[in-house]
């Protein structure tokens, strides 16, 4: 589906962008692969591994989603966009709401107007668990994010295609707890914001061949959640680390006990595939299945009701295979043939 098409990753600089573009490079020929962020630093070092030279068809170009302008010229003759930029970090957001309703947002709405104006096909913009039922600013950000996304379909004249993917944290990304642990290892204490604290994972090679798979069958207006497995914060920790202590400083302003995919209130929205789930919005018909089958009343996806449950010798496993750029292991999602 990539073959000779261009693609643009806003954002794509940080631990997604470059696992997409890894994989993209490895196992497609685009006739343009954009990397639009505005970091000069990183795009240089990303260039050090993917140059210009060696992969011809890869552009950088430096830019703001805050700036529409900037994204109009970007999204010239562009077919897909997967757009992953955001600010991300939940204390920062309690201390910063502006800057993240800018980028959030903001930046959201340029998104789609550079879009329509473009005709792109298609765009994919990455969500996160904290979007569901969100305490905190973060969260409320890309709520507000998803939403426009969702209603762009309504009136781009089905010329372009708006779709959401929704995921917990991803293991081993710059910025998560596992780069955190490892470096508070050599210490021999490691803090706990509360021991009773579970959370989604997913791995970096796991999200990008999920959001390529979405890539291909969406057809606008859904909101796509990937099963996933759940783990105790405690569990990671002893994973990391088993000879560490642990000392409990207290949930930060704006954490959750535990984390929401999918909300009670979109149990009537949502459809149940065998790899994963999707909230398509005024779910009517039995057609709109699709093959899977309408969740229960009273269905909701947390991280402490869910089924599966990584033990603490699988962390070690997956965390092993963590390179120093968090490349990660093979993806063990197939979503083949989840929807006709």
Request: charged fraction near 25%.
């Amino acid at each position: 589906m990539l073959n000779e098409k261009v693609i643009l990753i806003t954002g794509g600089t940080g631990s997604f962008g470059k696992k997409m573009t890894q994989i993209i490079l490895e196992n497609y020929t685009p006739k343009k692969l954009i990397i639009f962020s505005r970091d000069e630093l990183k795009q240089f070092e990303m260039s050090q591994r993917w140059s210009t030279r060696k992969y011809p068809c890869l552009r950088y170009f430096l830019g703001s989603v805050r700036d529409k302008d900037r994204l109009i010229h970007a999204f010239r003759g562009v077919d897909y966009v997967i757009h992953a930029a955001a600010l991300k970090q939940v204390p920062a957001a309690e201390y910063n709401p502006t800057e993240f309703i800018k980028t959030n947002i903001i930046g959201a709405m340029n998104v789609i107007d550079a879009t329509l104006f473009n005709n792109v096909q298609k765009v994919i913009a990455l969500s996160t668990d904290k979007a569901c039922n969100p305490v905190n600013l973060y969260g409320a950000t890309k709520l507000c994010s998803d939403k426009l996304f969702i209603a762009a379909n309504a009136y781009s004249g089905r010329n372009s295609i708006f779709t959401v993917v929704r995921y917990g944290n991803v293991l081993g990304s710059r910025g998560s707890v596992v780069p955190f642990f490892k470096e508070r290892a050599a210490t021999g204490v490691l803090p706990i914001t509360d021991p009773r604290m579970t959370r989604f994972w997913i791995t970096l090679d796991q999200a990008a061949h999920f959001v390529l798979k979405v890539l291909e069958i969406a057809k606008g207006e859904e909101i796509f959640v990937p099963k996933i497995p759940s783990m105790k914060i405690t569990d990671l920790a002893k994973a990391i680390a088993p000879n560490c202590t642990h000392t409990i400083i207290g949930i930060r302003p704006g954490e959750k006990i535990h984390e929401v995919l999918i909300g009670e209130d979109d149990e009537h929205d949502t459809i149940e595939y065998n790899e994963c789930f999707v909230i398509k919005q005024k779910l009517i018909s039995e057609a709109d299945l699709n093959g899977g089958k309408r969740c229960p009343e009273g269905f909701k996806y947390t991280s402490n009701n869910n089924p599966d449950i990584i033990s603490i010798e699988e962390l070690q496993n997956i965390i092993e295979q963590i390179s120093d750029d968090y490349n990660i292991e093979k993806s063990r999602w197939s979503l083949e043939d989840i929807i006709q």
